[in-house]
C-alpha cells in the first residue's frame, strides 16, 4: 500500500491546517498509531511526538490489540487496509474494550463507502489518502476538541441536575406563608423577580421555588454569586469573552445569560453588582441583546432574571451607588422573606426537618432556640444543629454542644453549662446579640475578615460595614 503522507498540500488547505494546529491540546493526548507501512509509521511517530502527543505505533491489528490492553489511549488513527484483521474490524474491537476510544480512519483515495462503513462502526471521522501529516493532525485536534467540549457538558448538565434540585420550604408563620403565597402567583410568568431579606434567610429556595415552579422548569436553573468575584471576573462569567479577549483567554468561552438562555438565571448578591455592569444588565433586561467580551458580535438571550439582596437597594439608589433605572427594571415582582427572629414559631418544625426523626432536643435547648435573635437566621440556625450533631455524645443535643455565642444569649434559670461563665443565666440584650456573634465568628477565624463573613454568610464588605457601625458605638 503506497502513502502519499509528505505530499504537499494545497495553500488553502494548508491555511486550514495550521488554524487548527493552532488549538492548543486541553490535556497531553495519548495517542494510537495503527499502519502496515513502515515509511508511513515511523515518520509519523516523529511528527506527532513533535507536535506534543504521547504516541505508540503498532504495525498491525495484533499489536494494537495487545498494546491497548496495557495502556489507555484517547484517540487512534488506523489504516483501514492490513494484512489479518483489517481496519474496520479492528475498529469495532478496540471499541469494544474502551468505548470512549476516539477513531479516525485512513481510507483510500475515492473509497466513499469504505469511509460510510467506518462511521457506521464507531469512526468519528476518516481522512482519505493521499494526505499530508499537517491534516491529519489538523483532524486528531478537532476530534480531541470536540471531545473536550463534550465532557464540559457532561459535567455543566450534572452540575444543572445538582443545581436544579429542590427543598422544601419549611414553616407555618404568617411571614412565611406569605412568601409560599407569592411563590405561586409569581412563578408561571416570565418577568424578573427581586428577593429581598438578610442574610441566611433562604433567598436563594425561593428562587429555586420559583423556578421549579415556571413555565421553563425543564429549563437550566443558572446560580451566580455577585459577592464571590471581582469584577472582571463576574463580567466574564456574566457574559462571556472570545478567544485573545484579555491575558489568559486562550479560548472562546459562553458566559451564564447563554448557558441559562431559554430558562432562568439567579443572581445572588444583587446589590454588590459594579456600575458597569449594572449598565450591561441592563441592556439585557431591555431587549435581550448581549455581547461577549472582545466581540463586537451581538447576541441575544431569553433568561428570567431573579435577583437576590440583603441591602436596601432604595437607599443605594438615593447614595447613588445602584442605578434607578436598573433597579426598576429588575423590581417588577418583589419577595421579602422575614428574618427567623420574626418566625420564632417556625423553630420547632426547621430543627425537625434538619435533624429528622433520629435526634432528641435536651433540656433547656427549645427555649434557647425561642429566646435567640439569631443574627445569621437559618443558616446560623443549620450550622448549629450541624455542629451539635458532631460533638453530642449519643442522639440527643444538650446545650454544652451548642456553639458558645448560642449559650451566652439566654440560659433559662437553673440550667448550668461545664466550663460557663457565671451569670450566664439572665438574658443579654437582644441589640447586642448580633455583636456578640460577629465577634465570636471573627475569634474563631483570629480575625480573618474574609472567612468569618463566608461563615457569616454576608458579603465581606458588608461586614466592614457592619464592624465599622460597631466600632463608632464602642
Not at 458580535?297 to 435577583?307: D, G, P, S, T, Y
Amino acid at each position: 500500500m503506497h502513502f502519499s503522507g509528505l505530499e504537499l498540500i494545497k495553500p488553502k488547505d494548508l491555511r486550514d491546517a495550521r488554524a487548527m494546529i493552532a488549538i492548543p491540546l486541553t490535556e497531553p493526548l495519548d495517542l494510537l498509531l495503527v499502519d502496515d507501512e513502515p515509511d508511513f509509521l515511523e515518520p509519523a511517530c516523529r511528527f506527532f511526538q513533535r507536535q506534543g502527543y504521547r504516541v505508540v505505533a503498532a504495525a498491525n491489528a495484533e499489536q494494537a490489540i495487545s498494546v491497548q490492553a496495557k495502556q489507555h489511549f484517547h484517540l487512534a488513527v488506523i489504516d483501514q487496509n492490513m494484512p489479518g484483521m483489517n481496519g474496520l474490524d479492528l475498529l469495532v474491537r478496540l471499541r469494544q474494550e474502551d468505548e470512549e476510544l476516539k477513531v479516525i480512519v485512513l481510507t483510500g483515495n475515492g473509497n466513499v463507502g469504505s469511509a460510510v462503513e467506518a462511521m457506521k462502526r464507531g469512526a468519528v471521522d476518516y481522512i482519505a489518502k493521499p494526505f499530508g501529516l499537517d491534516e491529519l493532525d489538523a483532524l486528531i485536534r478537532k476530534t480531541a476538541r470536540n471531545e473536550s467540549l463534550e465532557r464540559e457538558n457532561r459535567h455543566l448538565k450534572k452540575q444543572l441536575a445538582q443545581t436544579n434540585s429542590l427543598k422544601p420550604i419549611v414553616g407555618q408563620s404568617p411571614g412565611i406563608t406569605e412568601v409560599k403565597r407569592l411563590i405561586d402567583r409569581i412563578a408561571p410568568c416570565d418577568k424578573p423577580v427581586l428577593i429581598l431579606g438578610e442574610s441566611g434567610t433562604g433567598k436563594e429556595l425561593v428562587a429555586r421555588a420559583i423556578h421549579a415552579q415556571s413555565l421553563v422548569a425543564d429549563r437550566p436553573l443558572v446560580v451566580i454569586n455577585c459577592a464571590a468575584l471581582p469584577e472582571a471576573l463576574l463580567e466574564s462569567e456574566l457574559f462571556g469573552h472570545e478567544k485573545g479577549a484579555f491575558t489568559g483567554a486562550s479560548e472562546a468561552k459562553p458566559g451564564l445569560f447563554e448557558i441559562a438562555d431559554g430558562g432562568t438565571l439567579f443572581i445572588d448578591e444583587f446589590g454588590e453588582l459594579a456600575g458597569g455592569l449594572q449598565a450591561k444588565l441592563l441592556r439585557v433586561l431591555e431587549d435581550g441583546s448581549m455581547r461577549r467580551i472582545g466581540s463586537v458580535k451581538e447576541r441575544r438571550v431569553k433568561v428570567r432574571l431573579i435577583a437576590a439582596t440583603n441591602r436596601d437597594l432604595v437607599s443605594e439608589v438615593a447614595a447613588g451607588r445602584f442605578r434607578e433605572d436598573l433597579y426598576y427594571r429588575v423590581n417588577v415582582l418583589s419577595i421579602t422573606i422575614p428574618p427567623l427572629r420574626e418566625r420564632i414559631q417556625d423553630i420547632p418544625l426547621l430543627v425537625k426537618h434538619v435533624l429528622g426523626d433520629a435526634w432528641k432536643i435536651g433540656e433547656g435547648v427549645a427555649e434557647l432556640f425561642q429566646r435567640c435573635n439569631w443574627p445569621g437566621n437559618i443558616r446560623q440556625l443549620v450550622n448549629a444543629l450541624e455542629r451539635a450533631k458532631i460533638l453530642a455524645d449519643g442522639d440527643t443535643i444538650d446545650l454544652q454542644n451548642l456553639p458558645p455565642d448560642l449559650r451566652q444569649v439566654s440560659i433559662p434559670p437553673g440550667d448550668s453549662l461545664q466550663d460557663s461563665s457565671p451569670n450566664i443565666g439572665d438574658a443579654v440584650p437582644m441589640a447586642s446579640i448580633s455583636q456578640l456573634h460577629i465577634k465570636e465568628v471573627l475569634k474563631r477565624n483570629q480575625g480573618n475578615k474574609a472567612k468569618a463573613a463566608r461563615e457569616l454568610g454576608i458579603a465581606r464588605r458588608s461586614l466592614y460595614r457592619i464592624l465599622d457601625k460597631m466600632n463608632a458605638s464602642d
